[in-house]
């Protein structure tokens, strides 16, 4: 592949990249454009007869990237086919050798990172120093599945009816094909991450990334072909989750899916038509606190990075900013200059702190929820504009004050640069507040007292809570389970629930010695008299 774009300060050497035809120096975003070989080698890995492709446009731009093949019902069936086939011979392989190959994929995604962040970037639009934390999280669930799989799926003994004489065996039994259906704003991360462990617990899996950052999952499953993953085992489809969605349910035995609540419940109601599971991360409206102890300026840090990681399209960023009297003036000065101070941009360069929206239905969303907020009285503190003179759909970093119940913002998730902030006395209403609504995914605590903290957090109505950080100590720490409360959505990603939900549990029995039935000349009326006496001494000598 060519080699330098002198709009990135790294260049690209050996990524997707190529020179386009315009002189960057009067618009750096310009040379942003893919080699067509490059793209017909990614897109080749979508199972695809129709003939049919939809454009792809970069949020940096508006410009054209690609053309992405479309996917038939009847494709969605072979790929099935094909899953299970490799799958029936996957199932066979020694755990560690599927573990060296997941090694050699975090190698990978080390290797290639530059590559990769510029896709990232390109395709998505976020920060590059946001997509770094993709590669980063990707390559850290590779090497902890690798590292622990085999723990986890390890037979487990438990105790027995009758000690010494029945032993009992739990297997952790793959469930088969994993349909896993993801979304753009964490092109590479929710494309692999939740599919790793999938692989790792013996099942295959056919994925549906999203149509706008189809690319970016591409070109991690290209990583996983070079690590040595069977081509089989992972099958892709590419095509409105409208049509697919439907098909690729009614021939899974597990789905796991991330987005909306909305079409999360759809999701749900229709595994429950198959008795199938389901894992399902959805929306939230994620609080944070600061408390009347804060450190102030670490927790105006953490609240930037919180709120307007990945310009706040992260499912568990803040949008809901409570501070205790105390430290409302000093923390909301430090936290306005913080965020003013923000260098914005839609390059592929590590100075950016914050790129634009991924569409224009984004951007729609966002102005209509602000100008909502504004027409009834809440006050721009930072923000609060569009500026489509740094990309089509770029929106200011924005903070609302004076965010009343009556403003679309106040309990709808805006999925944006936005956030309100709300002064409190009262801890225990902070904490009311925080709970308020039907969401609960995640919420940040900053105190400088620790056990007090993870005191309040046992109160919040959240499936991951911070103290002292927005996300990343939970979203980072990869045997930390992580998923949503209420509408927030159902099951685990991470740690040994991560890897669990894509088994089925197996009891095995083994008796040995003594039946479970009258012998050595008892009647059933005297067996169960001893049966009854036992039971007695068992409890008197606390087993359970």
């Not at 007090?452 to 911070?466: D, L, P, S």
């Not at 927030?488 to 990603?493: E, H, I, Q, V, Y």
């Not at 890897?499 to 010695?513: A, D, L």
């Not at 008892?522 to 001893?530: D, F, G, I, N, P």
Request: net charge negative.
């Amino acid at each position: 592949m060519s080699a330098s774009n002198p709009g990135h300060p790294e260049g690209v050497g050996g990524g997707p990249l190529v020179e386009g035809p315009h002189d960057p120096e009067h618009d750096p975003r310009a040379s942003y454009v893919l080699e067509p070989e490059y793209v017909e080698t990614l897109t080749r890995r979508v199972l695809a007869t129709t003939g049919t492709t939809v454009p792809l446009t970069s949020p940096l731009t508006g410009a054209p990237l690609a053309n992405i093949p479309q996917s038939s019902t009847d494709d969605v069936a072979e790929a099935y086919r094909r899953a299970r086939v490799a799958q029936a011979q996957w199932v066979r392989v020694p755990m560690a050798e599927r573990a060296a190959i997941m090694l050699r994929l975090h190698d990978l995604l080390l290797d290639r990172m530059p590559e990769l962040l510029d896709m990232i970037t390109l395709e998505n639009g976020k920060a590059r120093k946001h997509a770094y934390d993709e590669v980063a999280h990707t390559a850290l669930t590779a090497r902890y599945y690798a590292r622990m799989s085999g723990k986890h799926m390890a037979t487990e003994r438990r105790g027995g009816v009758i000690p010494l004489a029945t032993r009992i065996d739990i297997n952790h039994v793959p469930k088969g094909v994993v349909g896993i259906i993801s979304p753009w704003n964490y092109p590479l991360t929710m494309a692999l991450s939740d599919g790793l462990p999938a692989l790792m617990a013996g099942n295959a899996v056919v994925s549906k990334p999203d149509a706008q950052t189809m690319l970016t999952a591409l070109m991690g499953l290209k990583l996983m072909d070079e690590a040595g993953f069977p081509r089989d085992l992972w099958q892709v489809v590419a095509g409105p989750g409208r049509e697919l969605g439907g098909p690729m349910i009614e021939r899974s035995d597990y789905i796991c899916f991330t987005g909306s609540t909305a079409t999360g419940k759809l999701i749900a109601a229709q595994c429950a038509e198959r008795l199938i599971g389901c894992s399902l991360e959805l929306g939230g409206k994620n609080p944070l606190l600061v408390l009347r102890d804060a450190d102030v300026e670490r927790a105006a840090e953490g609240a930037v990075r919180a709120s307007f990681s990945n310009a706040g399209q992260l499912c568990v960023s803040t949008e809901r900013l409570f501070v205790a009297d105390q430290v409302y003036d000093r923390f909301v000065e430090r936290f306005v200059a913080r965020t003013k101070a923000m260098s914005l941009g839609a390059t592929l360069d590590w100075e950016v702190d914050m790129g634009p929206l991924i569409s224009a239905d984004q951007l729609d969303t966002v102005v209509a929820h602000v100008d909502d907020a504004v027409a009834k009285g809440a006050r721009v503190l930072a923000g609060g504009r569009a500026r489509p003179d740094l990309a089509p759909y770029y929106y200011e970093p924005t903070i609302l004050e004076g965010v009343t119940p009556d403003m679309t913002c106040f309990g709808h998730e805006t999925f944006g640069p936005v956030v309100a902030l709300y002064r409190f006395h009262d801890e225990s209403d902070a904490i009311a507040r925080a709970n308020d609504g039907e969401y609960g995914l995640n919420c940040a605590i900053f105190s400088q007292d620790g056990a007090r903290a993870r005191a309040i957090a046992r109160q919040i109505k959240c499936g991951t809570v911070n103290i002292n950080e927005g996300f990343g100590a939970t979203f980072g720490s990869l045997a930390a389970p992580m998923g949503g409360m209420r509408e927030s959505g159902m099951g685990r990603r991470q740690g040994a629930e991560g890897i669990h939900r894509y088994t089925e549990t197996q009891s095995v029995g083994t008796q040995r010695f003594l039946k479970l039935s009258p012998q050595f000349g008892l009647s059933s009326e005297q067996y169960a008299k001893v049966q009854v006496l036992a039971l007695r001494v068992m409890n008197k000598l606390g087993r359970a």
